[in-house]
């Protein structure tokens, strides 16, 4: 029968194409609106909003955590570790996984005036007060440079420091985008940066911003 | 005797189509709608997938089909496009295995069983409940997704989302209320006016006003005390006639028995004009008639009864169309004439006979019947109002009521009186007529003889005069057609000669003055040359003394040689009594009369005569002919309707055309000769009577406008009411006529002749 051969045929095509979409071994992460863009491992899970937001409006004085949760845009923390708390994800003590924050935020006025300058001094101090940083004070700059992301002026830097004899690693992409501010690092024990070398380079090389157009 | 065989042989046979309960396999399914369902999903699907690869440049392809199909709506697509491919599927195997096709069958047909067990309303109120549920979910899908939560959660808080979301819905149904408002406003006040209400003792016309309509007035009256006293009709297990028609000519008093109605009845008497339901915009003239009729119902119900009057009704227009319930080919005077003639031609023939006639009837009639047609639904709305009383009311009646499981109430009684006038009936649409909207329908001709002298009596009595009673009846007679506008008229011209000659008493000679100002207008006042004066004289008084001595149903009113327009002078008859039909003799008669002008002319002037004669004669040659043709009044016995005589090309208009086929032949011979046998005659009649004719023209010449009566007058040598015809019985005067004659005509023959003088009348 040769309708019936050709219907076979196509629920075959169909069932292939279904078939054929493998599960990926990694999620993709981002916000087209923010027009940030990363890739991690899909086994990795993030931190409730929610609670993120709660945590994050009591930091520092309460002016500046409101104040920051007043520009942000968009935010994102993932860890390999389901149960990872917000307390461990920014606190101080060395994280035995990784931690990746992703957000999205306006330019602070001190910022904006900044930009006018040079981009280094103006974005370097975006994640951790590294201009600051002086020798003893335990915040190590292992790298600190200006890049070009997606066409987008940035700076990359890579820090440490010591906690309880465990030395912590942040990796830092601070992108300046059209009055917003691209931040992503990823921080971990040293351990664990080696552990996860592959997974944070990867992360780290996936990072795209595609800031959307203005209608 | 063909070979079908060998016809049809090299073509497929042509055979029944198989019915589907003697299919053994399901009826294969045309390509494109085994996958136009598929297709959809599919294409929805890929939609999902192409935007998640434009919303993250990151993902491939691979990776986007998967995180669609992960997510709710893309896994309910994929749902779908699997439940298709297995009923495709289903199909196609039902397409090709009979086994697998007679096993579905099976089992869909007892699960019809199952559902048959159920009433159709259990059924549909299960599919109601079904719908909205999934309606209810879909809602609070959408919204969920504006407010990000999930369906259930928007549900359980459906109630609180409401409130919050009130003061936008406000201001929505704020706006839309404003949009509307402003239609509404606009239509409301162009649905105004054209309808007048007037209440007991507004009116001061009563029905002693109305007069000459008596047979009609006793029955409109009969109407009135109906309305005043339905048990009277009601307790008889009848019901209150609900619509009158008044029909007939112009002025003859259906408006004042309209207006006699409003002041002899205690209720409400409301007059709508005959421009109300002419609208600029669609739609107008329907609100009108719906806010005219919830003004009467109102007006019914609070003064236990209304009249309504549409004066013009045929301002209504029709929708065209001859569906009517009345037999075809009659036409209104025969169908609803008080006084049916009983012989009208169609009496003794079949149904099919008389659609045959009626089918030629209105080749004649063409598009003359006049009146609108009503293509905006005004006159629809009024056939609706009209046979619509009956039906429950109101919002709270029929809604409110039901809601709460109670039964509408029925309305009470609306006692609504239609009138209608109308002197177009032919207008009206057929709809309107029938019993039920329009129970009776009258109509309302021309005043009868004692009316009019009535009619006479009272506008007189307005005013001073000097007639007698005589002269009233007198007056009533030679005015057949008079009604009792064009009598008032009449009267009120009468007074203003008077005062215009400085009295103050009407007299008879006014009044026929005035009547003749108005039946034949004002003359040119252009005066004749002496001969031609003497020529159109003596054709008119040829006219006028074979009018009075052959014709025996009528009388002079009037004659003239004054000029109006074209027409250089006329006498004027007048029928003794409302007649029905002609005889034949009397045919004969009118056309002796048309042709003594030329008979006259050719007699005295030595056989010339004038241009004038021709409208004479094209007269008479109608008459024969349409005698001939149509009322078998020739030699042979053939008689034709209208329509076939003016189709002949014999009679265009009325008017005889010297062209076609048929004047050639054997009618137009007939025609021909009847002329001339006519002709003989009225030159028999004016030479019995030549004394007569030289009088009359005389007397033409000296006051070249003189009444019925001075005509008879003259020729009979006697006094009349305004020329003294005596004189002209005297030898003296008949040899002086004569001798004048005789100048006039020798006059006529040569270059510059001049006539002698009018001779004049003795002191």
């Known amino acids: 029968m040769p309708k019936f051969s050709r219907f076979v045929a196509a629920i075959a095509a169909l069932a292939l194409l279904l078939t054929g979409c493998a599960v990926p071994t990694e999620q993709h992460v981002g916000d087209s609106k923010a027009g940030l863009f990363f890739n991690l491992p899909r086994e990795w899970s993030s931190i409730d909003a929610a609670l993120l937001t709660k945590a994050q409006s009591s930091w520092g004085s309460s002016d500046s955590g409101q104040a920051y949760l007043d520009a942000l845009k968009w935010q994102k923390v993932y860890s390999p570790d389901a149960e990872l708390t917000v307390e461990a994800a920014f606190g101080n003590s060395v994280t035995d996984v990784p931690v990746v924050y992703a957000a999205v935020r306006s330019l602070y006025d001190v910022e904006s005036q900044n930009i006018a300058g040079d981009v280094l ?34 700076v990359r830097q890579q820090l440490a420091w010591t906690v309880g004899g465990k030395r912590q690693l942040v990796d830092t992409r601070i992108v300046l985008g059209s009055n917003v501010v691209f931040i992503f690092w990823i921080r971990c024990g040293a351990d664990a940066r080696t552990d996860f070398e592959t997974t944070i380079e990867r992360a780290l090389d996936s990072l795209t911003v595609k800031e959307p157009s203005v209608a | 005797m063909p070979n079908t065989s060998a016809l049809t042989d090299g073509l497929a046979e042509v055979g029944s189509r198989i019915r589907d309960e003697d299919r053994t396999t399901r009826k294969p399914l045309a390509p494109f709608d085994r996958l136009k369902l598929m297709l959809l999903w599919v294409g929805l699907w890929a939609m999902q997938i192409w935007a ?18 992960a997510s709710g709506s893309g896994r309910f697509l994929v749902f779908l496009i699997l439940i298709e491919a297995v009923r495709q599927f289903h199909f196609v195997l039902s397409e090709w295995n009979a086994k697998y096709y007679a096993l579905g069958q099976g089992f869909f047909k007892k699960n019809e069983g199952f559902t048959a067990r159920f009433s159709p309303w259990t059924r549909f109120r299960v599919a109601r409940v079904f719908k909205w549920v999934v309606g209810v979910y879909a809602v609070a899908a959408v919204v969920g997704s504006f407010v990000n939560m999930d369906p259930f959660e928007t549900i359980i808080r459906g109630p609180q989302l409401a409130i919050q979301a009130l003061p936008y819905a406000l201001q929505i149904v704020f706006y839309m209320f404003m949009a509307i408002i402003q239609f509404v406003a606009i239509f409301y006040f162009l649905s105004r006016g054209g309808i007048e209400v007037y209440m007991p003792d507004d009116v001061k016309t009563r029905f002693s006003d109305v007069w000459g309509q008596d047979a009609v007035l006793e029955r409109v009256k009969e109407n009135i005390l109906f309305l005043e006293n339905p048990d009277a009709i009601e307790s008889r297990g009848g019901h209150v006639p609900g619509g009158i028609l008044l029909w007939g000519p112009p002025g003859t008093g259906k408006t004042l028995m309209a207006e006699a109605v409003a002041g002899e009845t205690g209720r409400p008497y409301v007059f709508v004009d005959p421009g109300a339901f002419v609208n600029m915009f669609f739609g107008i003239g329907v609100l009108k008639v719906k806010g005219l009729f919830r003004k009467l119902r109102k007006l019914s119900l609070r003064y236990g009864g209304v009249i309504v009057f549409f004066d013009e009704a045929d301002t209504l227009g029709s929708r065209g169309g001859q ?43 063409m598009g003359g019947m006049g009146g609108g047609r009503s293509f905006d639904g005004t006159l629809q709305a009024l056939l609706t109002e009209l046979s619509g009383l009956k039906k429950p009311r109101g919002f709270i009646n029929r809604v409110i009521r039901r809601t709460l499981g109670m039964r509408p109430k029925q309305p009470p009684k609306y006692r609504i009186l239609v009138m209608m006038a109308t002197n177009m009936p032919d207008s009206l649409d057929p709809a309107l007529l029938r019993p039920g909207r329009i129970d ?6 021309y005043p009868s003889k004692e009316g009019r002298i009535e009619t006479y009596r009272n506008y007189l009595n307005k005013v001073t005069h000097n007639l007698t009673d005589e002269q009233i009846e007198s007056l009533a007679t030679i005015s057949p057609y008079a009604t009792g506008a064009t009598i008032k008229d009449t009267v009120n011209e009468a007074l203003v000669i008077a005062i215009r ?21 004002l003359p040119d006042g252009g005066a004749y040359v002496d001969r031609e004066r003497h020529s159109v004289a003596l054709h008119e008084a040829c006219h006028a003394v074979t009018m009075y001595r052959l014709q025996h149903n009528s009388v002079i009113d009037v004659a003239t040689i004054e000029r109006r327009g074209d027409v250089g002078g006329f006498v004027s008859p007048i029928p003794l009594e409302d007649r029905f039909v002609q005889w034949k003799s009397e045919v004969d008669t009118d ?30 040659t109608s008459l024969v002919t349409r005698g001939m043709l149509s009322h078998a009044m020739g030699p042979t016995l053939r008689a034709f309707n209208a329509s076939t005589v003016a189709n002949s090309g014999l009679l265009i208009g009325g008017m005889p055309l010297v062209q076609g086929l048929s004047m050639e032949g054997e009618i137009a011979e007939a025609i021909e000769e009847r002329l001339q046998e006519l002709y003989q005659r009225a030159v028999t009649v004016l030479k019995k009577n030549r004394a007569a004719v030289l009088a009359v023209t005389h007397a033409l010449e000296t006051h070249r406008t003189i009444s019925g009566e001075d005509v008879a007058a003259v020729i009979e040598g006697r006094p009349g009411p305004l020329v003294d015809g005596s004189i002209y019985a005297t030898k003296e005067m008949k040899k002086a006529l004569e001798d004048y004659h005789t100048a006039a005509v020798a006059a006529h023959k040569v270059r510059d002749g001049r006539p002698p003088a009018l001779p004049e009348l003795p002191a």
């Open chain 2, 323 to 365: 569906v009517s319930q009345a037999r075809p080919g009659m036409n209104f005077s025969e169908q609803y004439s008080l006084s049916s003639h009983s012989c009208n031609g169609r009496s003794y023939a079949s149904e099919m006979g008389n659609a045959i006639l009626a089918d030629e009837d209105r080749k004649v009639v």
């Open chain 2, 591 to 620: 056309v002796v009369t048309f042709i003594a002008s030329l008979a006259g002319e050719q007699l005295f002037y030595d056989g010339d005569h004038t241009q004038g004669v021709g409208g004479d004669m094209a007269a008479a």
């Open chain 1, 121 to 154: 001094t103006a974005l370097q101090d975006v994640v951790l007060p590294v201009s600051l940083a002086a020798d003893g004070d335990g915040l190590e700059i292992i790298s600190n440079q200006t890049y070009i992301q997606d066409g987008h002026q940035g």
């Open chain 2, 52 to 69: 998640s690869l434009v919303d993250n440049p990151l993902q491939t392809l691979n990776d986007a089909a998967y995180y669609v199909t």
């Open chain 2, 440 to 445: 009776r329908i009258y109509r309302v001709g």
């Open chain 2, 501 to 521: 000659e400085g009295r103050e008493t009407v007299a008879y000679a006014d009044v026929i003055k005035a009547k003749s100002l108005k039946q034949h207008g």
